[in-house]
């Protein structure tokens, strides 16, 4: 199990506070609600709750997203209004 919600999260929270901070007795009583071969491991419970205590979240985002660009007419005529003003400017320098 790689991902889980935030509701997930928060129930393992929940569960680890009840069994008095306790990975291994937290992962004992998910099993009725993930099943037995479905359930969070250890390190993932061990995981979730080290970035619970660290950055009080929990979410999973640690990787930011690149923006997209749009391609619209506009920006493609400012493009092409741009090479057309210097022809022997790099593609990188460009890109800037």
Same mark, same amino acid.
């Given at each position: 199990? *790689? =991902?889980?919600?935030?509701?997930? =999260? &928060?129930?393992?929270?929940? /569960? #680890? @506070?009840? *069994?008095?901070?306790? +990975?291994?007795?937290? #992962?004992?009583?998910?099993?009725? &609600? #993930?099943?037995?071969? *479905? ?5 993932? /419970? ?5 970035? @619970? ?6 979410? $999973?985002?640690?990787?930011? %997203?690149?923006?997209r660009t749009v =391609? ?9 209004? $741009? +090479?057309?003003?210097?022809?022997? %400017?790099?593609?990188?320098? =460009?890109?800037?």
């Amino acid at each position: 199990m *790689n =991902r889980l919600t935030p509701e997930q =999260r &928060f129930q393992i929270v929940q /569960i #680890y @506070f009840e *069994n008095h901070g306790s +990975v291994r007795n937290t #992962y004992r009583p998910i099993r009725p &609600f #993930y099943g037995q071969h *479905n359930r969070p491991s250890e390190q993932l /419970i061990r995981l979730a709750m080290e970035r @619970f205590h660290t950055k009080f979240t929990l979410n $999973n985002n640690t990787h930011l %997203q690149r923006r997209r660009t749009v =391609r619209t007419e506009e920006v493609i005529a400012a493009e092409e209004h $741009n +090479v057309e003003e210097d022809l022997n %400017q790099s593609i990188r320098h =460009r890109a800037h």
